[in-house]
């Protein structure tokens, strides 16, 4: 503080200028973390509901080749939208090597979250039961 004559006091121009800094920056730390809050936020959200999906695809999969066996012809490969987001799926399902009846199940589902590309994947088994 410097004071003026005899009765004033006053700011001086650098004690100004680095309030007004200090309130820049905080402004700006506050803005990024909200922003990083709701990007977690819809990455959870999205995270949540595809994965639940995924994991009723793969069931569905895993029933078709348990009764179906080699005659199942599932979709390999797709794409759907939830909540206004794009989503791109694909899936494939092999004899485990050495086996005739037990299948590997490998499903993914990706989409973009701002300038991230995700991606969640699961992996199961069936085994083919003939009936007789």
């Avoid at 990083?36 to 999205?46: R, W």
């Amino acid at each position: 503080m410097l004071k003026i004559g005899t009765n004033k006091k006053a700011f001086t121009l650098i004690e100004v200028m680095l309030a007004a800094m200090v309130l820049a920056l905080g402004a700006v730390l506050i803005h990024e973390v909200f922003f990083a809050c709701v990007d977690t936020f819809n990455y959870c959200h999205h995270y949540f509901s595809v994965a639940y999906w995924l994991d009723e695809k793969v069931w569905r999969i895993q029933q078709d080749l348990r009764h179906l066996g080699p005659l199942a012809q599932p979709t390999t490969h797709g794409e759907f939208r939830h909540r206004n987001k794009e989503f791109a799926w694909d899936l494939t399902h092999d004899l485990v090597y050495g086996t005739q009846d037990l299948y590997e199940i490998n499903a993914a589902v990706s989409w973009k979250e701002g300038p991230r590309a995700i991606n969640i994947s699961r992996t199961a088994f069936a085994k083919y039961v003939e009936k007789e």
